[in-house]
Nanobody, 114 residues
Framework: VQLQAFGGGLVQAGGSLRLSCASS????????MGWYRQAPGKQRELVATITVGGVTNYASFVKGRFTISRDNAKNTVNLQMNSLKADDTAVYYCHADYGADDFWGQGTLVTVSS
């Protein structure tokens, strides 16, 4: 499966962006889909995940600001990011976990200016 993430860009602090990740195949069988991010000089970290049943999990630093959702009919997973901070600047990656295998998207850059 191929994952293509898009929707990144430059936004001022306090603003919003919506990231989307499109899968080349059906996501109905993907156990967990998620978004991760990697800031310059830092390790990749989990942002949010959503299970096939719709159960969500968020990193503490985005709770209340970001919302993850998945559309099984459109084979997409989205990340609505509100109240963005300069610390949210990073490359955001989409991830699909089948359990026995997993795939990464190419990443989309989010830059938040303070």
């Amino acid at each position: 499966v191929q994952l293509q993430a898009f929707g990144g860009g430059l936004v001022q602090a306090g603003g919003s962006l919506r990231l989307s990740c499109a899968s080349s195949g059906s996501i109905r069988s993907i156990n967990v889909m998620g978004w991760y991010r990697q800031a310059p000089g830092k390790q990749r970290e989990l942002v949010a995940t959503i299970t096939v049943g719709g159960v969500t999990n968020y990193a503490s630093f985005v709770k209340g600001r970001f919302t993850i959702s998945r559309d099984n009919a459109k084979n997409t997973v989205n990340l609505q990011m509100n109240s963005l901070k300069a610390d949210d600047t990073a490359v955001y990656y989409c991830h699909a976990d089948y359990g026995a295998d997993d795939f990464w998207g190419q990443g989309t850059l989010v830059t938040v200016s303070s």
